[in-house]
């Protein structure tokens, strides 16, 4: 009994005892004053985008069937949204907290973001969503814990440790959104970051004097389970520890098989759990790495992220050379076959997202096929931008999702071409039109020079294949139909394709997009519309009490009262626990 909406008689059960049926499904509680700091992460100061002053944000530590409640204060001099990459936000992409579904939150105002992490577990990430300005920080890890009485597929780790590596530039983003602007390409990265710090100084030469850097403590023997994700902007990452095997273990809310790799390619957007076990003899620190992929490294060798590993019994600092990455600057096959090497374990128990498509998703006839093609950037009206299937996409003025609520016509078309457009590309809010309860089959061909990686927001698709050259219906004689994983960001190589199955079960507007933040920018996403054609309340949650408005729609929006905006604790924060409390029975019902 996970759900308060799960038998009418458990609706009177919690009718009268609002707080006993809430014990079922606990609130976690966070505030998050979003703003700029000052920092160096790679030596040179510049603005960084911290929450609640730390850059990262603080991981968001929560149980499968959680409300997770996040008062977002925007302290930025810009607009703001939070996303929750890879949570589904079941029947609610009202929270999603991209364009597509959210008015931003202005600056000084806050707005409070309340989901259930309903039948999920995982590690994931959150990052603001607008602007650029991911690339200036303002994310932070996301943790879904198994229920108590659900085991997980390994022995209880001895310690849990978030990690996320990812390029940066000394530019802030303000500064790297006007190069884009202005038709440019961002060019090389300027470093690589763990958990916001820069490289320790394994070369006197390569790296400067005085960048702190991160420092990972461990106690010899013991088992820790690390998850990773890559933040960054667009260099695919490599990572490895020094004399240490990764066993991979889960990945965007999949247990996987276990397997141990001494370096896995992590893309941007992706997230894995690896279980590490400290059984070298600490002789000296170990050297903790991710290093960009398919460069040249000679070149590149600044961008570089290097962390320490340091045993309680250490006896010395890291030092000699780094690990060595695998030995393919340019080849990809086998940075494609490790990718393919990730099976989901499917006799592992763990809450599962959509079940009914979980098990056997092999058999499932597919009832809607989009190929999506992505090309190098183009030229459209004389602006440097990227499109999908030949469109690139604008976002409307007025959310998708608010414009469906109050039947507001032109706002967006649903004629988002199932084949890739052929002739010139063109700038569109053109969305697909997804059928409910469909199983909708998606190829992304990547035509351009670079790895790209694919979110779709709402759900966890499955990964069935990728190969290099054009995708054809032959293809799919290669598909694995039965333990392909289930996961919400996927790699394409560049010259390849990749193939994913996703049972549209959750009702809502959904971003399909690139992670890589530049293509993504400039206009390498659409959405997914899935609408139950039958009117009931039941597959979608009701429009949030504290929506915002704007465009269109920006008449019915009421000025926020600013003096209320600054975090409250204590009793602020119980008042607003009963009013949750009151909208969630609500909601039940
Ligand atoms: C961001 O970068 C631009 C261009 O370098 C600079 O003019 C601006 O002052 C920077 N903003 C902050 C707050 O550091
Ligand atoms: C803004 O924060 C205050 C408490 O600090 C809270 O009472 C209010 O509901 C929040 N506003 C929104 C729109 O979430
Ligand atoms: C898969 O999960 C099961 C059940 O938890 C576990 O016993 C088994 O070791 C896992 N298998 C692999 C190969 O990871
Ligand atoms: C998450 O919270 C639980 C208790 O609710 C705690 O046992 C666990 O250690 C926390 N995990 C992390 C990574 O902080
Ligand atoms: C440090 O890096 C420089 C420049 O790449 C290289 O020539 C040198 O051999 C490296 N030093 C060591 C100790 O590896
Ligand atoms: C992974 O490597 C560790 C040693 O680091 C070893 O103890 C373990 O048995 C290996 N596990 C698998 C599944 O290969
Ligand atoms: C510790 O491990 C290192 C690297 O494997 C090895 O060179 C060294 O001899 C070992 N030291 C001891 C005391 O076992
Ligand atoms: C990598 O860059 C170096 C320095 O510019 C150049 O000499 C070398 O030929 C390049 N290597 C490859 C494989 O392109
Ligand atoms: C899938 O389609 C085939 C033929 O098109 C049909 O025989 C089969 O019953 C369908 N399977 C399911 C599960 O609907
Ligand atoms: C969208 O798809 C549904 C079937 O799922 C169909 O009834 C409807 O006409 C389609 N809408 C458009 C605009 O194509
Ligand atoms: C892109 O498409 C063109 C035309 O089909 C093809 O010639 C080229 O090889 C493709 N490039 C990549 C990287 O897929
Ligand atoms: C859904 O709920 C709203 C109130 O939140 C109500 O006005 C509407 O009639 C309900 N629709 C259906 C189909 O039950």
Request: some cysteine; charged content about 15%.
């Amino acid at each position: 009994m996970g759900s308060c909406s799960f038998l009418s008689v458990f609706f009177i059960y919690c009718f009268l005892s609002i707080s006993l049926c809430l014990a079922e499904d606990p609130f976690v509680n966070y505030d998050f004053e979003v703003s700029y700091i000052t920092a160096s992460p790679l030596g040179v100061p510049q603005q960084v985008i911290a929450i609640n002053g730390h850059f990262p944000g603080p991981t968001i530590n929560s149980t499968t069937n959680n409300n997770v409640v996040v008062n977002v204060h925007n302290k930025l001099d810009e607009e703001l949204l939070m996303h929750w990459s890879g949570i589904q936000q079941r029947r609610s992409s009202w929270q999603d907290g991209v364009l597509g579904t959210n008015c931003p939150i202005p600056p000084k105002w806050n707005w409070t973001y309340q989901f259930q992490v309903k039948d999920q577990i995982g590690s994931f990430f959150y990052f603001p969503s607008l602007n650029f300005q991911r690339a200036s920080g303002g994310y932070g890890g996301f943790i879904i814990n198994n229920r108590p009485i659900i085991p997980i597929p390994f022995d209880t780790p001895y310690g849990d440790i978030t990690i996320l590596i990812g390029d940066w530039y000394t530019r802030n983003h303000t500064a790297l959104r006007r190069a884009l602007n202005a038709g440019k390409d961002l060019g090389m990265p300027d470093g690589v970051l763990i958990n916001g710090k820069g490289p320790y100084r394994y070369n006197d030469t390569r790296v400067p004097d005085g960048i702190d850097y991160a420092t990972i403590e461990v106690h010899p023997g013991k088992t820790y389970r690390l998850r990773v994700s890559n933040v960054g902007i667009s260099t695919s990452l490599n990572f490895r520890i020094q004399n240490h095997n990764l066993l991979l273990a889960e990945t965007e809310g999949s247990y996987t098989v276990q397997q141990n790799y001494t370096s896995l390619d992590i893309h941007v957007g992706q997230t894995y759990s690896f279980l590490i076990t400290m059984d070298q003899n600490a002789s000296t620190d170990y050297y903790i790495v991710a290093s960009p992929r398919f460069v040249n490294e000679s070149l590149w060798q600044r961008v570089t992220g290097v962390a320490i590993l340091q045993y309680s019994n250490s006896k010395g600092k890291a030092s000699g050379p780094l690990p060595d990455p695998p030995n393919d600057q340019y080849d990809k096959t086998f940075s494609m076959n490790q990718a393919r090497s990730i099976r989901w374990n499917v006799s592992a128990s763990g809450a599962r997202p959509n079940p009914q498509g979980s098990f056997r998703y092999g058999s499932i006839n597919v009832t809607e096929v989009y190929v999506l093609r992505n090309t190098p950037p183009v030229m459209i009206n004389g602006k440097r931008r990227t499109a999908l299937s030949g469109i690139s996409f604008v976002n409307p003025n007025t959310p998708i999702r608010l414009a469906d609520q109050y039947k507001l016509k032109g706002v967006y078309k649903l004629d988002f071409p199932s084949r890739p457009l052929t002739g010139p590309p063109r700038m569109e809010t053109s969305v697909i039109n997804g059928t409910y309860r469909g199983f909708m089959e998606i190829i992304l061909q990547n035509n351009d020079t670079k790895v790209q990686t694919y979110h779709l927001s709402g759900y966890a698709f499955f990964m069935v294949g990728m190969d290099f050259g054009e995708w054809t219906e032959n293809s799919r004689g290669t598909y694995n139909k039965w333990d392909g994983i289930a996961r919400s960001t996927t790699q394409v190589f560049p010259g390849a394709w990749t193939a994913i199955l996703v049972s549209l079960d959750n009702v809502g507007i959904w971003n399909l997009r690139t992670e890589n933040l530049d293509s993504w920018y400039l206009g390498q996403e659409t959405y997914v519309r899935v609408i139950n054609p039958e009117a009931t309340n039941k597959t979608e949650l009701s429009i949030p009490d504290n929506a915002l408005f704007c465009g269109a729609l920006s008449k019915l929006q009421k000025p926020q009262d600013i003096s209320l905006a600054a975090p409250i604790l204590g009793i602020g924060s119980k008042l607003f626990f009963t009013v949750l409390m009151v909208t969630y029975t609500l909601i039940s019902l």
